[in-house]
């Protein structure tokens, strides 16, 4: 066993923080029939102060994610009370919504970590991650220690290290849609202070829907990961833990259908492909009374996204958005502890530039449609046409920000009592460095009484357009908690402000160039460039009461939580009206979000497990009015009213032979949701039944699994797009078996 000294050291050096809490709702245990999935220690975020352990968080250990089959962090939308994390489009559309705040572009609401290394971009968050240790997810805004990506929630993940597993590990999936997964690792012990490891993934699917334009499949992916982490432990004071990672994504097509025709049926190709690479270097030094960490990341994103914008069989327009971004991050904090009293403070600073180029190719129906008939519906009498059937609406952006940050959080216990007090100090500043071009001409008509057309004038359309926006943003983010311990439980009261900083609508300059265009040819101009592609920064007051208890001695454990959120300039992704594409992020002027979560675990017996996780929202616009229409009282777009995940194992050992049997049936469940702010087309509340049976001997198991078990037909996303409306469908039933082999040294 480790002393308590050396168990500090030991989970600072897995990015682990020193602290363990009961009556967390870990939403399964661990078995003792499974060996080889790693138990572990139970931990919070590195930076998390003890009090955290009273506050709503869900923990899954390796077992329970090789259980319920995790191995991405959307995932977890489907087993945490009030989160949810639909999958859609391409891997670039990472939409994150918890308690009625979420995002589907730009940044993020839930900070995620790995490692203990943030990731700034939400657009890189849909990876796999094969070698998942265990997983936490802290409810409610975490802005003091977090920043400003966490205002709704913080998701902390943490890979398998060297230290704790030594031998080879394997698995292989196969799963209906021609889904193929396999991984292999290699965890070593080079010395007494020095450990590594290397893991590689490959997954494949084919999806389950074709293009019933070109017949092609929408859903293909092949993906791809290498983690190589290094862990040296030179004394008992120090530990240094390197991990460097690297990630392909290959798709082809999404499966978004015509709500008008009930069809997927485009004519332009789709894909998306991303190289990522990382590099986290976490320093941990632990002294009598005081632990100071270094946390340091690179990180480099290379990612070309191209799409049929319009999703219809005419030949409309072709996106392509191709990505360079680098991002630099260090986070320095001490914590530690002297009698009743704990701390934690620190300082902040990242460093991110994006460039981006985003051209977007007008085809004939396009030209037609868009600008042909529009000009000539204003003057018939002179007509217009395109002299070419193809027209490039070309964009280049550079995006730099940088921030810097100074936080603190004490923790006072004076018997029963808890207080907890925090602030950050945060500042942030982003520019927009654009250069849009378009290069086109066309031929003016003169129509006869007699309906004959002869050339008036052939008119050039030059329009080049650059410049620069810039933004600061200065926040103090306070934090309060005062919890009190009696009985069997902790009850508790919070005050928070969440933070999420302002930027720039990149998506729609292609439509504001479109306009400028329209405008050169005699057209009113609709858009104006700072309105439109600036956005204001998004603040929340955060208001939570909460208790958990533990009964017949730790067999049931319960919480329940009560929240409010007031939310100024609450920004959305909407959809232009009318026959245009695009997205534009803005600002709704106040929204009030509301809801409770319960969640259970009972044990009757040491193999039987009954867990159960339940969420509300009902998240409001309070003061929204768009110019068309006022929303006040209509609910937020994305944001479903109720999630639920149920869960009930049964394990049963064989000892005679060394084998057991596990039978797992669960139900995860979300809505209704609506998809727009007029709440006129909604997705109902739908249940997904599941079940698996796991065999295990000594070094292997082997899970048989399914997934909505009753066919259920739901969407999973909703968008307009000239005027049309489309939708993902959700996944139908699946099944697959999954083989883990686990070669340890003894």
């Known amino acids: 066993m480790f002393s308590k000294f050396k168990y500090l050291i030991y989970v ?180 007494e202070s020095l450990f590594t490891s290397l893991t590689g993934y490959y997954g494949h699917t084919d999806g389950f829907w074709r293009n019933e334009y070109n017949g092609q499949i929408t859903g293909l992916e092949n993906n791809g990961s290498l983690r190589w982490k290094t862990v040296w432990a030179p ?13 392909l994504a290959r798709q082809s097509g999404y499966p978004y259908e015509s709500l008008e025709s009930g069809k997927i049926a485009y004519n332009d190709t789709c894909f998306y492909r991303r190289n990522a690479f990382s590099d986290g270097l ?57 009698g009743d009293y704990s701390w934690l403070g620190g300082v902040f600073g990242f460093y991110r530039n994006t460039d981006m180029h985003a051209p977007v190719t007008f085809h004939d129906a396009g030209i037609k449609n868009l600008i042909e008939d529009k000009t000539n519906q204003m003057n018939s ?79 050039p359309v030059s329009i080049h357009e650059n410049g620069k926006l810039s933004q600061s943003f200065n926040q103090l983010l306070p934090k309060v908690v005062v919890s009190r311990t009696f009985g069997p439980g902790t009850a508790y009261a919070s005050f928070t402000k969440g933070y999420k900083t302002g930027g720039y609508n990149t ?52 919480e329940a939580v009560g929240f409010f959120i007031d939310c100024r300039d609450q920004q959305l992704t909407v959809f232009p009206p009318g026959t245009v594409t695009g997205r534009i992020m803005t600002n709704a002027g106040r929204t009030r979000s509301l809801g409770a979560e319960l969640s259970a675990r009972w044990s009757p017996t040491e193999d039987i497990t009954v867990t159960s996780a339940y969420g509300y929202t009902n998240a409001t ?62 997705q109902k509340f739908y249940a997904l039944p599941g079940a698996s049976f796991t065999l295990r001997g000594e070094r292997w198991n082997l899970r048989i699994w399914g997934e909505n078990l009753s066919n259920t037909q739901y969407k999973t996303f909703y968008f307009m797009s000239m005027g049309n409306s489309f939708a993902q469908r959700g996944n139908p039933i699946t099944f697959g078996a999954t083989l883990r082999i686990n070669l340890n040294k003894d």
């Open 12 to 191: 600072s050096c897995l990015s682990s923080a020193p602290y363990v809490q009961g009556g967390e709702s870990n939403m399964a245990a661990d078995s003792v029939r499974a060996p080889h999935e790693l138990r572990g220690v139970e931990v919070l975020g590195v930076k998390q102060m003890p009090q955290a352990g009273a506050l709503p968080v869900t923990k899954l250990n390796q077992a329970t994610i090789h259980r319920l089959g995790i191995d991405a962090v959307k995932n977890l939308g489907d087993i945490v009370p009030n989160l949810y994390t639909p999958s859609y489009g391409s891997r670039m559309t990472s939409s994150i919504y918890m308690r009625g705040l979420g995002s589907r572009i730009d940044q993020a609401v839930v900070g995620l970590n790995i490692d203990g290394v943030p990731l700034l971009n939400k657009d890189a968050y849909d990876f796999d991650i094969p070698d998942m240790r265990s997983a936490e997810v802290l409810r409610g805004a975490q802005s003091v220690l977090n920043g400003r990506n966490a205002m709704a929630g913080q998701i902390n993940i943490y890979t398998l290290s060297p230290r704790d597993f030594q031998g080879l590990r394997f698995m292989a999936e196969y799963g209906r849609g021609n889904e193929v997964k396999a991984s292999a690792g290699g965890y070593f012990k080079l010395s």
């Open 621 to 682: 616009f309070r003061e929204y009015d768009n110019g068309r229409a006022d929303f006040r009282g209509k609910r937020l777009p994305y944001a479903p009213a109720h999630t639920l995940f149920a869960s009930a194992s049964w394990i049963t050992p064989w000892h005679p032979a060394g084998l057991s049997t596990e039978v797992n049936v669960t139900v995860r469940g979300a809505g209704d949701i609506m998809w727009n702010e007029e709440n006129s087309i909604r």
């Open 381 to 459: 009498s002179y007509p217009i046409r395109w002299d070419s059937r193809q027209f490039l609406l070309d964009s280049h952006f550079s995006n730099p920000a940088g921030g810097f940050a100074l936080y603190h959080e004490s923790t006072y216990t004076l018997g029963s009592w808890t207080f907890d007090i925090g602030l950050r100090w945060d500042f942030e500043k982003v520019s927009c460095r654009y250069n849009s071009d378009a290069d086109a001409s066309y031929t003016i008509y003169h129509r006869l009484e007699n309906g004959t057309e002869e050339i008036y004038a052939r008119r």
């Open 282 to 338: 976490t320093v941990a030094w632990a002294g009598k009374r005081v632990v100071v960490t270094s946390l340091t990341s690179v990180q480099y994103l290379d990612d070309n996204m191209t799409l049929d914008q319009d999703f219809m069989p005419e030949d409309y327009f072709t996106l392509t958005q191709k990505r360079h971004e680098f991002t630099f991050t260090e986070d320095l904090f001490t914590k530690g502890s002297r």
């Open 507 to 558: 998506q729609m300059f292609s439509d504001v160039l479109q306009q400028k265009v329209m405008e050169s040819m005699g057209l009113a101009m609709v858009y104006d460039v700072d309105d439109i592609v600036t956005y204001r920064p998004e603040i929340s007051w955060n208001y939570e009461l909460g208790f958990k208890a533990s009964l017949l001695d730790g067999g049931l454990t319960a």
């Open 235 to 247: 004394s008992r004071a120090l530990s240094v833990t390197n991990t460097a990672a690297m990630s």
